[in-house]
């Protein structure tokens, strides 16, 4: 079983609809992070939370927000998607005592 | 502004040569400085990292080579293979933040 699962995989969605795009994990971390990933742009950085009290935005936090639930789950949401928010999103989770962080498999969005 | 520049954006090397991507920060503190792998369809997953106290890091195939009075880092593939297709991301982080700085990617493919 994926330690970082992210549901859905895929989505279609019109401009304006609210969505929620989901991260679960089974590693014990309790560092989460939302990036999205765009052509020629790498990965950016949406927002991130080092506990389940703890979040704090990202380089591109602007129309996003965040949940974060429990320490195994952080919701990211588009409160009214627009088309260029069309990307790829991954979550990732790292533990405090360590750099490296565990990516998802990602959730491809297409807002139209 | 690009705190780690990495270049190039694109790289195609023949099977059995070397693959050389480099990354340049410009933040003295970075501590920590990785290199993830991803291929399509997947999450970046991490594959060497090195620190500021050595200037090289080796992991079978894949050598980081780390310059600090020049503030660069690079990645080498020796005996490049397809297998080793995918896009690389350098990136750097410092302190107990550890959040991490990333560069914009680079695609390589390694022909047959």
């Known amino acids: 079983d994926a330690d970082v699962t992210q549901t859905p995989r895929n989505r279609i969605t019109k401009t304006g609809k609210r969505i929620m795009l989901e991260c679960s994990q089974t590693?014990?971390?309790?560092?989460m992070y939302w990036y999205r990933q765009d052509p020629g742009l790498g990965l950016r950085l949406i927002y991130y939370?080092?506990?389940?009290?703890?979040?704090n935005k990202g380089e591109i936090s602007d129309g996003y927000s965040v949940s974060r639930q429990a320490q195994a789950k952080f919701s990211l949401s588009l409160e009214s998607a627009i088309p260029n928010q069309t990307a790829l999103y991954f979550c990732?989770?790292?533990?405090?005592?360590?750099?490296?962080?565990?990516f998802g498999p990602g959730t491809r969005l297409l807002v139209l | 502004q690009q705190q780690v520049k990495q270049s190039p954006q694109s790289l195609i090397v023949q099977k059995g040569g070397i693959s050389i991507i480099n990354c340049a920060y410009e933040?003295?503190?970075?501590?920590?400085f990785p290199w993830y792998q991803q291929f399509p369809g997947k999450g970046p997953a991490l594959l060497i990292a090195?620190?500021?106290d050595v200037s090289e890091k080796k992991e079978g195939r894949f050598t980081i080579s780390f310059n600090k009075s020049a503030k660069q880092f690079s990645l080498h593939i020796m005996d490049s293979q397809p297998g080793d297709s995918a896009t690389y991301f350098c990136?750097?982080?410092?302190?107990?933040?550890?959040?991490?700085?990333w560069g914009l990617g680079t695609s390589l493919a390694v022909n047959p």
């Open positions: 590693k014990g971390h309790d560092r």
């Open positions: 939370s080092f506990d389940v009290k703890d979040i």
């Open positions: 933040n003295t503190a970075f501590d920590y």
């Open positions: 990136a750097a982080s410092l302190g107990n933040n550890r959040k991490l700085i």
């Open positions: 990732a989770t790292s533990d405090s005592s360590s750099e490296t962080q565990y």
């Open positions: 090195i620190r500021p």
